[in-house]
Structures are given as C-alpha cells and as structure tokens.
C-alpha cells in the first residue's frame, strides 16, 4: 500500500549501483553470488553492476579468505576502505570532535577538541572543527578520496541548507552552521548537517544495538533530550525535518520544572541532566557526563539522596518511555548519552511504567537497551549522512568529489 | 538514505502497472502524456501499460470531454469504475457500515445497522455485517467484479490475519475477526484489516483534508481516542502494526481519570466522549455523538458547565496535540469522530497550548483541521485497504478475484 501516485524509481542501474554499494558498505565484504541473491538480480547483472564501481575505484574484488585454489569460489566484494572516506564532525555538549571514516564504516582517525558549556559562537566552533577537519585531511594518504562530510548539531536543523534553526544549550537560532562549515574547510564539498538524536538512531539502527531492527526509538540525553524514531526503516523526519522533539513532551503539566524552551514539564525538564543533579541535592555549579555518573553510582551503592534522584528521575523517564511506546510500537527502545547512565540506574522504574502504562499489545515484543555504539553514536550517524550521496550515486557522486579535489588542490 | 542494505524492488512491468492504476484511482481520468509525465516513463512504455490494464477491464480509454475532433487529442485513461469495486466495512462505536465501493473511490451503496454501545460479540458483529455485505453484493451489477474486502475496526489488530488483539470498548481480546468475517461473506476472498484511526489518516491523507500532505496526524475520537499517523506518505505501523495507540500516552500522571485500558490520565480518559460529558455534569445514562455535540453547542450558547467542560476538556486535548506536534512536527493535525465537534469548540484552548509547549521551529508550519471526509474517513480508509492488493499487482488479484467468483457461483 504505497501512497504516492504514480511515482516510479528512475533508472533501474542507477538505482542497483547505489543498494550494491551500500550493502557492502553495512554489511561488508560479500559474496557475488550472496549479492545477485539479496539484491534479486541475475549474475550477469551483479557481475556489471561490481566492474563499475570497481573501474571507479569504490570495491575490490578477491577470492574469500581460505579458498585459494578450491574450485571456483564466488569472489568477495568489499569497500575501497584504504582509498574513499568521509569527514564527520560532532558538535556534542562537551566537546568537538572530528572523524575520518571509511567506506565500510571504520573510523581510521579522530580528534577532539573540548567544548565550554556556555558562550561559543557560530565562528568560535566552525573554527575549532575547521582545524581538526584540515588535521584529518592532512593526515589522510594521498591516493585517498574525501567523498562527503556529515556533522551531527545538538539542535534542530533544516535539513536543505545545514542551518541550525534552534540550538537551545548554546542559544543558537537560524545560525548557518553547514554553510559555514563547509567554507571553512574549502573542500569543495557541502557539509550535511543532522540533528544529534537522528543520527545516532540512525547510526544504531544501521550499526549499533538496533541493527536489522526496522522500528527504533533512540533517546539522547545531555543537558536537553533529543529523539529519533525509524519507523518502517526510515527515519521520522517530519514536514520541516524536525521531528522526534521526545524532550519537549510535556510529562508534567502541573509542577514542571522549567525547561530550557520556555515551558514547563517537558520530558528533558524532568529527566535532563540538571534535574538528575538538582534532584541528588548536587550544586548547581557540578554539571557534565561524570557528574551524572557519579550520582548513579551513589544511588547503586545505597546513599539516599542520589537513590530518591535516580528513582523520581526514572519515573519521569518511565512516563515518557511508556508514551513512546503507545505511540510508536517500537521492537526497540535505545538510550544513548548520560541517559546510558540513567536507565542503568532506573531500568526497575522504568519497566514498572511501562507494565502500568503501555497497552500488553503493544509492549509484548519491546526490547530496552543502551546505545550499542556508546559515545559515537551521534558521530557514527554523521558519518553515514557524509556517505548517503555517495550510497544513492555513487559514481556520478565518486566524480564530483574526485573534480572538486582537483579545484582544491589547484587553488593552493 | 535509505536503510535496508540491497532491497531492490522487483519486476518494474508489475511496479508500473500497479503505479498507473493508482494514480487513475486516486486522480482520477488522466491523460495519456500526463500520466508518461508523472510516471517518469516514455510514450511506448505507457501505451503497452494501458493496454494490458484495458485488457485486464481494469481502465477505459476515452477522448478528453470537449475535445472530439480537435486533431488527436491524448487519450484519457479513467478507472472502470462501473465496473470493480470492493466491500468496505466500519465496526464503529454506535453503527455497523458496509459499503460498495468502485475503482475510483466513489461510495455506490451502503447500508448502516445501529450497534449497542456494550454486548456485541464477534459472532453477532460478523453476522450483522455479513447480512450488510450481501445485501451490496447481490445489488451489485451481475458483471461488476469484487476485487477486494476491507474493514475498520475500533482497536489493535494484528495486520496479517485480522485478528482484534485488543477491542477495549466491545471487551475483544485476540478474536480473529477478519477470519470469520472472510468466511461468513464466503466471496474466496481475504478480508483484510486495519485498526480505525490507521485507516481514517490514510482516508484524510489520500482523499480528505490532508491530500497531498506528506506528514499527518488523524485523532479518532468517541468512546476512545485513537491515532493514526502518516509520516514521509507512510503510515507508521510500528513493529507490531500497533502504532499511535495516542489515546494511551498519559498527559495527566497525578490525578488522571481511569481509562478503559486500566491506567490513568491517559489522553482518552481527559478528552473521550465521558470526561466530557461527565464534566459537563450530563448524568452517566447520556452517550453518543448527539450528546457530545449538544454539549459543545451548549457552551457556545453560554451555558457555564458546559463551557467549563469544553475549555477543560480542550487544554488537556491541546497538551496531547501539542506532544504529538513536537513528536512528529506534521504538516496537518487532523480530528475525527466526536473530536470534530470538541475541536469547534476548543480550538481556542487547544491553539494556546500549541503556542506554549510547541516549539516554535516545530509549528510554524502546521495546520489543523477537521475530518474532510466527515464521519467516513474509517469507512474510506477500509475501502482503500481492500483495494491494496489490486493496486500492488493489479493483474494478478483481478485474475484472483475472477477465479474467486467462478468458484463462489458454482458453490451456490
């Protein structure tokens, strides 16, 4: 039951290079023949579609390991890692950090960079994550190709342009943050901006502790809470592409605490890292990963105050999770951020709400767990955003990187 | 970015042939230029494509109306509308609907039953609806083809079979509905079904309010409230087909009213057609749309019980559709059922809750709106989903439903 009429796929080559592409990209090195049998195409078509990206230089071909000399095996494709990469950035509460990631998804190389809570401006950290970018780049070999650049922002994006629309924790509004970025680093490139929660759904959808699973929930916690929902396999962008404000839910509407949006009771009021902290009777000036970590911690080893705060913050958690629940039917609910540390520490409350709230249908099959790819999530989630050019044209996109590396090269 | 490593759809004949005849059956008569245009395929593709659905007596082919003579104008390619057709069926909270509806989407016959608000049990419900849909069948024109079998139902259903996992205001609980239903109709064939506000966002989004609007949110509401979402075009289903169950995500966690599903403060028990009447101050024996519609017309008489229910029954509604703003960031809210008229009434309190709690980037674009298809959205969405599989491969279920009926006659 498709609900677009009369729209078709275009060109159908065009299409097979790009799924082939990807599925070596997320799954690894393959079989021909395992590729003609997922992709549902005859041999002599996968064997055409593998000597074009092979002539562009995105796959290699070799005999699988151990069978050398055994028969004929079905060779094994696998992604150009040495030679095709991305650049991926992460402007997380805490800190800046740059990476260079394979095609196939392997991080070769990383920087970072501290972030101050409160005051960097739009050029302040388009700056820093210039540096670690041109660092990477420098350091790269020099046969190797830069075939897209993905960032991840902790706010909301409009997805077009890269702009940041709504960054509340560093009181960014409409700052052109992808555009910027992209001069900065000169490659010749656009910088593909996402919000942090919908990448690292993404990324633990595509790699993490959701892999193959096709309905998702991933919750950031930090300061705010962020959300990203895969439904069906896609991501729920919305009509502006701000979709999946998990923490701006209003959980609390009598005596919220007031949120960093100007309301009261929304979910990441109540269950962000400040509440935790402030709950646990912690100063005000006490902020960051560890702070919450420590709290957690207490609460494991019986100090009462950091026991009342875990339990009161995993209510709310648990309030807001069992929402979720209703709403979406996920297979899969994934905590990521300080929130790893939270649901450790509250996973009885929030398995109490979701038994109280959550109609038995549509929890029977809902799975809870950390973010399989722990820190990275949001940076991993960046980085597939830099290669999505690449996984829907791969050679038209091969190309244009390969051209706009000449234009750097020859402007220096 | 798509998700799924190496999918490739299959046989694009079969894609373009179910593609056309969707496009004709939600657009209506098309030319043939218009449709090679829209499909993105060439002249010669689309003749034989129109061919083979001409044959299969699925579309005609006509001269634009006015044109005749004016050189060669393209042909216009419209559904066989007198021609195929399905049955459609509503279980709804106080009626039993069966429907004939043609290719094309137009209602040809229908036939109501009243059903008690309490009691009915699948046997009664499928034998009233069985009577219902005979009744069309044999009014139906003795050339005319049944091509499919669709059905709304207020509550969870598990897609595959049909089955009522949870009907909370009949008390169903894992009745295998669309099973007996298929087998009392005895036409050979599937009855396939969908929870009710599923099928009232797919109506809303293909032919009602929402046309053409890529991101929607439909609230059912009557004795419950029930949701349906369609995000990117498509509905979420949810891992289990369970998804936006909204009546059950809690607004009011300190003292919610008891909702049918045994929590409380679910959005169903503060906004459903009983907290309305009952803080209305309506005696408990009062129920039904009537009931609800005299109340909001009472309060814009200026009756101050039932302007006091009407306000507060319309800020928790503005908590809920506020949530699911900065869950979904929709480009439509639309409401159905009995929200219909508490919308009219509140749209005042529900907009003052949107411009508090919604964030701004998330609303500026959102529009809210009334079912445009009145009390039929449930209804149209059944008939569309009863048309899904003539859509999917519409050779193959019109050859199908052709075999079916031979057996059918030859049984009587």
Known sequence: MAHDPGRVPEDPRRRNLGALLRHVHLAGPTSRTALADRMGVNRSTVLALIADLRSAGLVHEDPPAGTRGAGRPSLVVRPARERIYVLAFD??????????????????????????????????????????????????????????????????????????????????????????????????????????????????????????????????????????????????????????????????????????????????????????????????????????????????????????????????LGIGVANLINLFNPGMVVFGGMLRDVYRGSAEQVGRRIATNVLPVSRERVRLRTAGLGDDSTLVGAAELGFAALLETPLETRDAAAAARRVALAGK
């Open 91 to 316: 402007v997380a509460v805490d800190r800046l950090v740059a990476a260079r990631v394979a095609l196939g998804g392997a991080v070769l190389d990383r920087r970072e960079a501290v972030r101050p809570r409160s005051g960097p401006d739009l050029d302040t950290v388009v700056a820093v994550l210039g540096d670690l970018g041109r660092a990477l780049h420098r350091a790269a070999p020099a046969d190797a190709l830069c075939a897209g650049l993905g960032a991840s922002y902790c706010g909301l994006i409009r997805p077009a342009d890269g702009t940041v629309r709504y960054g509340p924790d560093l009181g960014w509004v409409d700052q052109s943050f992808g555009t910027a970025l992209g001069r900065e680093l000169a490659l010749g490139l656009p910088v593909r901006v996402g919000n942090e929660a919908h990448l690292g759904a993404l990324a633990e959808h595509l790699r993490g502790a959701g892999s193959g699973v096709r309905d998702l929930i991933y919750l950031h916690g930090d300061v705010g809470v962020g959300g990203g929902v895969i439904a069906g396999g896609e991501l729920v962008r919305g009509d502006g592409g701000y979709g999946a404000e998990l923490g701006h839910m209003v959980v609390n509407p009598y005596d919220g605490r007031l949120c960093l949006c100007g309301s009261h009771g929304c979910l990441e009021a109540e269950v962000g890292e400040r509440a935790l902290l402030d709950a646990a009777g912690r100063p005000p000036e006490l902020t960051g990963r560890e702070a919450v970590r420590a709290v957690v911690d207490a609460a494991a080893a019986g100090e009462p105050a950091a026991r009342r705060a875990v339990e009161r913050i995993g209510d709310w």
